[in-house]
């Protein structure tokens, strides 16, 4: 049975008149809310706190979660394209995390929000959730773009959580977007090298693959105008109001279990030593 | 019940880390379902039929035929709320990230991903593999996905079980959006998966006019040449060439990988090989860590005088 077809678009939309204005006018508008997080760099050093809860942020250099630029280009792609709407960067954490957040403005989102934390970063994706969605939903957003997960904890979640929450529909793993209001197209990845298309009703929550775009670079005009652009700051005891679910106990460093053997030198005596583990240790040749 | 373990099916049959999870849900011990959704239920479940667990729970109904996300979170979530398992188990594929953090929302329980051990605690990798957390969850229930291979298929434990379908409540509307067939952009002319010798290429090749030295290698090897999906990106390679997480996942008998530095994505789609030799010109690379042999090395210098010694 095929749901989701045309009649049924019409008969469930709660936005029945604008619908009708979005299938006769190409003026169309989105909103789009694009989820960022600034995470310890690839390069950063990553010492464990005393207790072992997490690392010690003092010593972390940070930076935009690298997925995160995907998303944020898609958003700002959908607009330009779309010709009208607004791209709406939004982030939790201390207050270095307005830091990201001017990235995007500077690469040319209209205004952020910033959900404020004290002290430690909450890595409990359902409480997370949730402080997004009651600062999200009065917003209405079409949109609500993420990276597939962040370089810190992983838990590659978040973005569908609020989904969820919000009842929007949900993809993952988006390779390509195209907006044919009121449903939005995407081209999931699966694994193996298959993709599907997924045609979805909007509202959305979609999280985004890496390498479907290319990122562009702000600016010097962008980085500019970013600094009069409106950073709405939500203080942590409006949205941190949830219990927690999980929690990270104890950071530790991996303990390897295999005996690596290294090899060193110059070319000439590394390609003799490879060769007779080939021959002698493996035996494949 | 202790444990339901939620199958996938992988294009008609059960998802290599499905039976994975039921062998994690074996060492954690207790009672195990298995659910089963879709036109191919009963299949799956008669993959399982010699198999030690429980029972194999079976859903069809039209509006989950084939996969969806609001489809297969709605069927999940109604069958962990009448038979109430304390641990709910799933491998982390995409599909399991596509829609189980839907099923964490609509039962307000924690989704724990990616867990690749529970010896002392449930332990996932962070901070791009460099650390591991131990987690735990605040309440009763939780949600366990296990990164692939975390557990090897092999030790799925003979036995045997029955099976049962469970009736599912779904309105007509609940599905919101029309799924069109998976396809493959590239036809594979490889197969990575049964190949004995693989030669995988990463970033560290530098330039696509550097990949020949990669084939020339292959050839008087024997090997087959697989890629990181740095590589398959840039469109130096097809991307049936790729291996990882979204690409194949291979158990050669020697994988020589050159110039990968060994991101998670890659890693957990080659860490299964028997004898895994490295080359790469950063001594702190990850792909050390879980090396037999670690070269350090420039692979353009290395790869042709490899190939010359070989030929002659």
């Given amino acids: 049975m095929i749901v989701g077809g045309f009649p049924f678009l019409f008969l469930y939309s709660p936005y029945k008149l604008p619908i009708i204005f979005y299938f006769f006018s190409k003026g169309i508008k989105m909103k789009i809310a694009v989820l960022v997080k600034q995470v310890p760099g690839s390069e950063s050093v990553l010492p464990i706190l005393g207790d072992t809860t997490w690392i010690d942020e003092a010593q972390a250099t940070f930076v935009m979660n690298p997925p995160d630029n995907f998303a944020i280009e ?32 500077a690469k040319g989102a209209d205004r952020g929000i910033h959900l404020e934390e004290d002290g430690t970063i909450e890595t409990d994706p359902l409480s997370n959730a949730k402080s997004f969605t009651s600062v999200l939903k009065e917003e209405n957003f079409d949109l609500v773009l993420s990276g597939l997960q962040s370089d810190d904890t992983g838990m590659g979640q978040t973005g569908v959580l609020i989904g969820e929450m919000l009842g929007m529909s949900t993809a993952t793993l988006a390779m390509e977007v195209e907006i044919q209001s009121p449903t939005i197209r995407v081209k999931r990845e699966l694994e193996s090298g298959w993709f599907q298309w997924v045609k979805l009703k909007m509202p959305s929550a979609i999280s985004i693959q ?29 949205h941190q109001t949830h219990s927690k679910s999980q929690s990270i106990d104890k950071v530790f460093v991996p303990q390897t279990s295999k005996q690596t ?8 005596s590394v390609v003799s030593k490879i060769v007779n583990i080939l021959k002698s240790d493996i035996k494949v040749i | ?62 509006l989950v035929s084939t996969y969806s996300a609001d489809g297969y979170s709605e069927v999940v979530k109604q069958v962990i709320e009448a038979e109430s398992p304390s641990t709910i188990l799933i491998g982390h594929s995409y599909q399991t990230r596509d829609y189980i953090p839907r099923v964490s929302t609509k039962l307000d329980i924690p989704f724990i991903p990616d867990i690749i051990s529970m010896e002392n605690g449930l332990v996932k990798q962070i901070l791009n593999s460099k650390l591991n957390a131990t987690i735990s969850a605040a309440t009763d229930q939780k949600i366990l996905s296990f990164q692939s291979s975390a557990f090897s298929e092999e030790a ?85 060439r790729q291996i990882g997480s979204s690409g194949q996942t291979v158990s050669p008998k020697l994988y020589l990988a050159l110039g990968i530095s060994g991101a998670i994505q890659h890693v957990v789609g080659m860490k299964g090989s028997k004898n895994i030799l490295a080359i790469n010109k950063d001594a702190d690379a990850p792909i050390f860590e879980i090396a037999d042999y670690a070269v350090i090395g420039d692979v353009l210098e290395i790869i042709p005088k490899l190939t010359e010694t070989l030929k002659g």
């Fill in chain 1, 74 to 105: 898609e958003a700002l792609l959908i607009k330009e394209k779309i010709g009208e709407g607004e791209v709406v960067i939004i982030s939790m954490g201390p207050s270095r995390v307005q830091k990201v957040i001017r990235e995007g403005l």
């Fill in chain 1, 210 to 238: 890496s390498g479907l775009n290319t990122p562009r670079y702000p600016s010097l005009k962008g980085i500019m105008g970013a600094k009069r652009k409106e950073i709405k700051v939500v203080p942590a005891s409006d």
């Fill in chain 1, 261 to 268: 053997v290294v090899i060193e030198g110059d070319a000439d």
């Fill in chain 2, 156 to 240: 799925m434990m003979p036995g045997n079980c029955s099976s049962r379908s469970f009736n599912v409540d779904l309105d007509s509307s609940l599905v919101r959006s029309e799924s069109e067939d998976p396809f493959q952009e590239a036809a594979a002319d490889v197969d990575l998966e049964s190949a004995e010798l693989i030669i995988s290429v990463g970033r560290g090749i530098e330039k696509e006019d550097n990949i020949p030295i990669v084939f020339e290698l292959a050839k008087v090897m024997g090997a087959e040449v697989g890629a990181s999906r740095p590589v398959v990106d840039s469109g130096w390679l097809p991307s049936f």
């Fill in chain 2, 1 to 62: 019940m202790d444990i339901l373990v939620v199958l996938e099916d992988n294009r008609g049959s059960l998802h290599r880390m499905s039976k994975e999870a039921i062998v994690g849900a074996q060492k954690m011990g207790g009672s195990i379902s298995v659910l089963a959704i879709g036109n191919n239920a009963n299949g799956l479940a008669n993959e399982l039929s010699n198999i030690d667990i429980s029972e194999v729970i079976t859903v069809n109904h039209d």
